[in-house]
């Protein structure tokens, strides 16, 4: 959620320059996720099986992103302190 606050932050101060979706691309969210909060936040909700498909695909996403990696680095901190 962190990077959605950074988002939000981009797409409101111009001296951060990038959008939401740019920001998004880059840090590989895909776009049809992005689309999804943008219809959410100004248009209607998304249907309850396209939000259950979305926040699958967000889990995977930290799964593979984040989690994987700190898991990584916890254990080759682990492994260093034996």
Same mark, same amino acid.
């Given at each position: /959620?962190?990077?959605?606050? +950074? *988002?939000?932050?981009?797409?409101?101060?111009?001296?951060?320059? +990038?959008?939401?979706?740019?920001?998004?691309?880059?840090?590989?969210? !895909?776009?049809? +996720?992005?689309?999804?909060?943008?219809?959410?936040?100004?248009?209607?909700?998304?249907?309850? !099986?396209?939000?259950?498909? *979305?926040?699958?695909? /967000? /889990?995977?996403? /930290?799964?593979?992103?984040?989690?994987?990696?700190?898991?990584?680095?916890?254990?080759?901190?682990?492994?260093? *302190?034996?």
């Amino acid at each position: /959620l962190a990077d959605a606050s +950074i *988002a939000n932050r981009a797409s409101k101060s111009p001296r951060y320059g +990038i959008s939401v979706a740019a920001l998004c691309e880059r840090l590989g969210i !895909p776009g049809w +996720i992005v689309d999804m909060r943008h219809d959410a936040a100004h248009n209607e909700l998304p249907s309850l !099986p396209s939000l259950r498909l *979305a926040a699958k695909t /967000l /889990l995977a996403f /930290l799964g593979d992103r984040y989690w994987a990696e700190m898991s990584r680095l916890r254990g080759d901190v682990m492994t260093k *302190a034996l």
